[in-house]
């Protein structure tokens, strides 16, 4: 893949040209962020325009040293990951025995160590020196979602590349790209949480499933419908296992849901719907809520979603979204 082709992160895009352009690229890299934020795709498209027979900047994606990066197999570009639960001393081993080796086909000999945060300390400590002073022609990087799980001697020696998750926006275009039609790309990119790779793997029929029962709760909630039974029924849900991440996609769903709401009381073009399938059901319960109430659930559950990452029990998860409901209602009734 082509530089541009890589989705998302630009800036890191720019960074990267702009070494390659002065000639100044560290030899020690870590690439750092989310996962799916496309680090991989990003570490092998830099590997294509330091070993491009056409371009530097931008690989031309057609000559034979990036097509044998493409597949996975050019002599110089090695990929290292994890050997069960580590990545063990040998591969480092290997990595130091062959680094110091110039390039056999390419310009660059190029190590990708992917999820790098398993690196054990043996294995860590092994690659340290040549870290610090890798040949003119072997570039490393390492890749991880968490860089704090590196030793501070690796992180100290490699300059750190962060990556953010990708934008909703440019998931749902690359899906569209990749033949998908509106309402999927729009939905799978809304529960995507920003991994392309997630959204690319997700199941339609299960997608779809899960939109219409999250409207189900949604309606209930709005219209001050059968809370108790909703409630138990998901209570019952609540200790199977998996129900933790498909609770979070119907907190994300909600949100859709409040937004399309929001856009269309404020008289927005219904094109920019997220979920334009339930225009007829949303001009029907519009009039349940308020804008300042709709704007307040959407925040809320914003909340909500935010407390996902600091682990908290899934039952008060739960116990606090309908209570923020329930204490609108009232709110109302005062
Ligand atoms: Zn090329």
Request: proline share 4%.
């Amino acid at each position: 893949m082509a530089f541009s082709n890589i989705p998302g992160n630009e800036r890191v895009k720019k960074i990267l040209q702009a070494f390659i352009e002065k000639e100044r690229l560290p030899h020690a890299l870590i690439f750092a962020g989310p996962e799916g934020s496309g680090k991989k795709l990003m570490a092998l498209g830099l590997a294509k325009a330091l070993n491009c027979e056409k371009s530097k900047i931008e690989p031309c994606n057609e000559c034979s040293q990036c097509n044998s990066i493409d597949n996975e197999n050019h002599p110089d570009v090695i990929i290292i990951s994890p050997e069960g639960q580590f990545i063990k001393i040998d591969q480092m081993r290997f990595l130091i025995q062959t680094a110091y080796l110039k390039p056999m086909v390419g310009y660059y000999r190029v190590y990708i160590i992917d999820q790098a945060e398993k690196l054990n300390e043996e294995a860590s400590n092994a690659i340290l020196k040549i870290l610090e002073e890798p040949p003119s022609f072997t570039i490393i990087i390492l890749i991880t979602n968490n860089p704090s799980f590196l030793l501070p001697t690796i992180r100290s020696r490699c300059q750190i590349i962060p990556f953010s998750s990708i934008k909703r926006e440019e998931i749902e275009s690359i899906l569209r790209e990749n033949g998908y039609d509106e309402e999927k790309a729009r939905l799978i990119s809304l529960l995507a949480e920003g991994n392309l790779e997630k959204a690319l793997s997700f199941d339609w029929e299960v997608v779809f499933e899960k939109k219409q029962k999250a409207f189900e709760i949604f309606k209930n909630l709005i219209k001050k419908e059968n809370i108790f039974q909703t409630y138990k029924r998901l209570e019952r849900e609540s200790y199977s296992s998996g129900f933790k991440e498909e609770f979070r996609d119907f907190l994300e769903l909600m949100i859709s849901f409040c937004r399309d709401i929001i856009l269309l009381k404020e008289g927005g073009d219904t094109r920019y719907l997220l979920n334009p399938n339930f225009l007829l059901e949303f001009k029907e319960i519009e009039r349940f809520v308020d804008q300042n109430e709709i704007q307040k659930y959407m925040e809320e559950i914003e909340n909500l979603i935010y407390s996902f990452e600091k682990n908290v029990k899934i039952r008060m998860l739960m116990d606090y979204l309908f209570s923020i409901f329930a204490f609108r209602e009232e709110g109302r009734d005062a």
